[in-house]
């Protein structure tokens, strides 16, 4: 079935520094893009829609200058948390839209980033 | 605007069945998913329904209502690994991202 490849699984940084997050999609072609953030006991919350070579949608309180996403081919799609603070702790994970599969979404494994 | 319920908790024992409800108001509707999460890990595919009725897959049923707003999940013969967070996650239109609710932790006793 369709995968989709999340690196890294967990990244520790500090603080006022950036990460990048990868969401590659394997065996097919991934044109949509979703990211979520999940805070610990809670549900995982859309934080922006990428589409291959458009400028991603943001949800509304999700700062575009400090969440970049990336999604310039059909199998690369990244995250970068500039200038990450603690309050940037989470669960960040990608979901993918996939055409041929009857269900229509593809998850991949997430990220822990914690930031120090 | 959107939104999902679902109970924060349950409790069960082995060998029991438990139904987990979720409740949905949203703009649209274009299929409802549940997904099961263990902590720390990424939701894995449990089942969709996007007409009426019951969906059965092995130990796992799924039910939908359209009309009430209302699904629940069935989970039978219970066992411990079963011990997860249960999200529900509405599609409100056609390829746009799941809205998921708060999500019901499930925890299976001996």
């Known amino acids: 079935g369709a995968v989709v490849s999340q690196h890294p699984s967990w990244v520790i940084c500090k603080s006022g520094t950036s990460v990048k997050i990868e969401c590659r999609s394997l065996d097919f072609q991934a044109t949509t893009m979703f990211w979520y953030r999940q805070f610990p006991k809670q549900s995982l919350m859309l934080m922006a829609t990428?589409?291959?070579?458009?400028?991603?949608?943001?949800e509304q309180g999700v700062e575009k200058d400090k969440f970049l996403i990336n999604h310039a081919s059909l199998t690369l799609s990244t995250l970068t948390v500039t200038s990450a603070h603690p309050e940037d702790s989470s669960f960040y994970i990608c979901s993918a839209r996939d055409r041929d599969s009857y269900y229509g979404y593809t998850f991949g494994s997430g990220t822990r980033l914690t930031v120090v | 605007g959107q939104n999902i319920d679902q109970p924060t908790e349950m409790t069960a024992t082995e060998g029991a069945i438990v139904q987990i409800n979720c409740t949905y108001q949203?703009?649209?509707?274009?299929?409802l998913f549940w997904y099961q999460q263990h902590a720390g890990e990424a939701p894995t595919f449990l089942s969709y329904n996007v007409l009426d009725g019951l969906e059965e897959k092995g130990r796992f049923s799924s039910f939908l209502s359209r009309s009430k707003g209302y699904s629940y999940l069935l989970l039978k013969e219970l066992q411990m690994k079963d011990s997860a967070s249960y999200l529900c996650?509405?599609?409100?239109?056609?390829?746009?991202?799941?809205?998921f609710g708060k999500g019901t932790t499930l925890s299976v006793s001996s």
């Open positions: 996650a509405v599609r409100d239109h056609p390829g746009t991202a799941l809205i």
């Open positions: 949203t703009s649209g509707f274009n299929g």
């Open positions: 990428s589409n291959e070579g458009s400028k991603a949608t943001y």
